[in-house]
T-cell receptor, first 113, second 117 residues
Framework: ELKVEQNPLFLSMQEGKNYTIYCNYS?????LYWYRQDPGKSLESLFV?????AVKQEGRLMASLDTKARLSTLHITAAVHDLSATYFC?????????????FGTGTRLKVLA | DAGVIQSPRHEVTEMGQEVTLRCKPI?????LFWYRQTMMRGLELLIY????????DSGMPEDRFSAKMPNASFSTLKIQPSEPRDSAVYFC???????????????FGPGTRLTVL
């Protein structure tokens, strides 16, 4: 069974600080996705990581993928209030022509001024 | 492109009534997903379609829920009869994932907030 776990579930941090969100998944998958959801809004795609060692960066966010460890990280550098949101990772696995697409529980990030 | 379109944005109904949620995916996308989000259960995949065909409906909670995709530009999620525990935000998402080296980056609609009294 494909399971995706994120930690921490909640994160409160000061502006200007660095932190990392972790995403672990249970079975082989080479594709991992990060999404952002603002309160009361929909989900927005942030990063698509397609292979072992992949690294993507956008502004203060950097995502990486280690398929051997079944681990992805979302690193926040010098956090600002605008990054306050819930971050989800998701993995998919193509089996017999169909996708199994599983989201993590989400990490609710609050950046304090 | 207008993105994924969902209607209505808000729905308030009484227990026992039929509810129909609608979704128009991004033109050209070949996958369509229905999700439900609640505080208690998080984000749950209910069903998804590939080229209008339902592929996996294992997330549909019970027979009261049904989903259709009569053509590439329209899908419905129906709850009949509705119950208070169905209150949630329902998201529709679409993706294009059928090419060589494809992947499944999903684009979400704004969601329908359903309240069943």
């Amino acid at each position: 069974e494909l399971k995706v776990e994120q930690n921490p579930l909640f994160l409160s941090m000061q502006e200007g600080k660095n932190y990392t969100i972790y995403c672990n998944y249970s079975t082989t998958s080479d594709r991992l996705y990060w999404y952002r959801q603002d309160p009361g809004k929909s989900l927005e795609s942030l990063f698509v990581l397609l292979s072992n060692g992949a690294v993507k960066q956008e502004g203060r966010l950097m995502a990486s993928l280690d398929t051997k460890a079944r681990l992805s990280t979302l690193h926040i550098t010098a956090a600002v209030h605008d990054l306050s949101a819930t971050y989800f990772c998701a993995v998919d696995r193509l089996t017999s022509g169909t996708y199994k697409y599983i989201f993590g529980t989400g990490t609710r990030l609050k950046v304090l001024a | 492109d207008a993105g994924v379109i969902q209607s209505p944005r808000h729905e308030v109904t009484e227990m026992g009534q039929e509810v129909t949620l609608r979704c128009k995916p991004i033109s050209g996308h070949d996958y369509l997903f229905w999700y439900r989000q609640t505080m208690m259960r998080g984000l749950e995949l209910l069903i998804y379609f590939n080229n209008n065909v339902p592929i996996d409906d294992s997330g549909m909670p019970e027979d009261r829920f049904s989903a259709k995709m009569p053509n590439a530009s329209f899908s419905t999620l129906k709850i009949q009869p509705s119950e208070p525990r169905d209150s949630a935000v329902y998201f529709c998402a679409s993706s294009f994932a059928s090419g060589i080296n494809s992947y499944n980056e999903q684009f979400f609609g704004p969601g329908t907030r359903l309240t069943v009294l």
